[in-house]
């Protein structure tokens, strides 16, 4: 999860990184009391927007969200990367304009990622999406 600005005072959105699949969900909010609510919206809303409904069960909506840090590298260079974007197209958008959430979360979905299970390797979100559906896998 990351704090992004939206380049309007007072204005943020929580970034939402899945562990299990590499998708990211983008939750207006600075609170996060306040945007978990948002959150699993927004997920359900992501998962059928790209044909991923059959998993909705598997990622435990009903269940308390947990939050994890971590060291890994690469990682923190992914989450400073659609940070640094996130904020730049937020920026870009007028101010009579709504920002569209849906195509942020849908930008990163194409977005190469180190394969942590081979470092040598890169792995794309709706890959990892892609795959559970295919095999009905638990994550």
């Not at 958008?93 to 959430?101: K, M, S, W």
Request: glycine share 6%.
């Amino acid at each position: 999860m990351d704090l992004i600005s939206l380049g309007k005072p007072g204005k943020f959105v929580q970034h939402f990184l899945h562990n299990g699949t590499m998708i990211s969900i983008i939750a207006p909010g600075k609170s996060l009391n306040k945007t978990i609510p948002i959150f699993k919206q927004r997920l359900i809303g992501f998962l059928n927007r790209h044909g991923y409904s059959a998993l909705i069960d598997k990622f435990g909506i009903d269940n308390n969200i947990v939050i994890y840090t971590t060291k890994s590298r690469s990682m923190l260079g992914f989450l400073t990367q659609v940070k640094l974007n996130s904020e730049y197209h937020c920026m870009e958008t007028p101010e009579n304009y709504e920002i569209n959430y849906d195509y942020l979360e849908d930008l990163y979905l194409d977005f190469p990622l180190k394969d942590m299970k081979d470092k040598k390797n890169y792995i794309w979100a709706y890959r990892y999406m892609d795959n559970l559906i295919n095999k009905n896998e638990n994550y």
